[in-house]
Structures are given as C-alpha cells and as structure tokens.
C-alpha cells in the first residue's frame, strides 16, 4: 500500500516534470559487473595497481625513437630528459582511452622567449599534443602556453611552477572514433589537471594541429603510442604511467 501510493506519486512527479519539458529520466540499467579493486598508490603520483609504470626513473625500456632504434634521450638521477636532436620518442606499446600522469620540469638555467623556452609535449596517440613549455612568466600565445591543446585551446588557467621545478599533468583522454570512410564520428576529448589544477575540462579536440591551416583529422588505428617532443630543449621527465580506460 505504502509502496503503491510512492509509485503514484513518484509518477505525477514524472508526468509533471514531462510537462514542464523536462527529459524524461534514464532507464538507469543496473551495472553488470561488480567494480574491480584497485589499489591506489601512497601517494595520488604513484601508480595505482592498475597502471602500466612508463617510466619509473630508471631505464627507458618501454619507448623507443620515433625515428627508429632505441630511445636516445639522456637517463640519470631518476629522471630522463630530451637530448637535442635525437628526436621524439614513443611508447612500444599502444593506447586507445587512458588516464595518463606525467611529471616533467624544465630547465632551472632559463633561455630563450616564447616557445623558445622549455618546449616539449605530450602528444597522446602521437597526435594531439598537450604543450609543455615554462610558462613561468613567459609570454607566448595563450592556446600554446603550457597546458594548452596546442593551437586550439588555452589552459583555463595558468598553475606553472618555476623553472627547474616539478611539474605534472593528469590527462584523461578519449580516443576519436572513425566510421569506414575514414570520417570523425566522435571526436577526440581531453581533460587536463595542470600540478592538480584543472586546465583543461573534456574539450572535443578539432584534429591535427597544422600551423597554416585549420585543424583537421586523419582517420588512424584505434591505438597508437603515446609521444614525447623533442623541441630541442633539454626538458626533463619523470614517473610516467598510464591506465586503460
Ligand atoms: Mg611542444
């Protein structure tokens, strides 16, 4: 009785938000799989159970050159940082959907302006690059300022932290989808927390960044490496790692 006088009035409190032009709500399905457990790390920096560790300070076994041959770049001291000219590296392995952290500093000893400064980027699918640059009172344009979705959108805010100090991102990054013409159905979307900070908050990316001429996709696989630039600056970056989502 009592439970038939709810679902009344459960339904003229639907019926009314109906008419009020409100949607009519989901069908709410219930999950199917019980969540599994993952055990976080000590720290929110470290790796929970679930991840696949990129990079933990010591070898770069799991990125090679994107030019070919093994990763180039300078290990020491923890950390593996961009020796000028030996080119980007990617991951062997590839990703789809992911949750990504990555701590990188730039260079303590500051030279040159602009883009000139610090530059490096995360370019998740080796595609579509979040910019790493020292953006610690350094002008440049504001949608290729750090934790920018370079050249199409500027970071909410600017969080840098002084060169030569630690910085990190945590990037949550959804693959775009293509039909069988190679056309975008879904587009990729990226959030961004910048030292914890949101920067960026689930933006639809627009495709390839081309400096003289408007974005636009290339259909690709539906996983591909994760990449790191190599803008002739001698970036640093250290605990990398990554989950499927
Ligand atoms: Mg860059």
Redesign the pocket.
């Known amino acids: 009785m009592v439970a038939r006088a709810y679902c009344g009035l459960l339904g003229l409190v639907i019926a009314s938000t109906v008419a009020a032009g409100a949607q009519e709500p989901g069908p709410f399905p219930p999950p199917k799989a019980e969540p599994p457990i993952v055990t976080p790390g000590r720290r929110d920096a470290d790796p929970p159970s679930d991840a696949i560790v990129l990079f933990n300070g010591r070898d770069l076994g799991h990125w090679r050159s994107a030019n070919g041959g093994p990763a180039a770049w300078t290990v020491k001291d923890g950390y593996a940082e961009v020796t000028a000219g030996a080119g980007d590296i990617v991951t062997s392995e590839k990703f789809g959907d992911v949750q990504l952290h990555i701590e990188w500093a730039t260079p303590a000893a500051v030279k040159g302006e602009g883009?000139e400064r610090g530059?490096?980027?995360v370019f998740l699918m080796e595609r579509y690059?979040v910019?790493?640059?020292d953006s610690y009172e350094n002008k440049t344009y504001y949608h290729?300022q750090a934790g920018s979705v370079?050249k199409q959108y500027a970071p909410l805010v600017n969080a840098s932290r002084k060169p030569g100090e630690w910085q990190a991102y945590d990037i949550v990054f959804h693959a775009p989808r293509f039909d069988e013409q190679g056309k975008v159905i879904d587009r990729a979307r990226v959030t961004v927390f910048h030292n914890g900070v949101l920067i960026q908050n689930n933006v639809e990316i627009y495709g390839l960044t081309y400096n003289d001429r408007p974005a636009l996709y290339i259909a690709h696989d539906p996983q591909a490496s994760l990449r790191l630039?190599d803008?002739g600056n001698p970036v640093r970056y250290r605990n990398i790692w990554i989950r499927r989502l």
């Open positions: 883009q530059n490096s980027g690059e910019q790493v640059l290729g370079y630039q803008h």
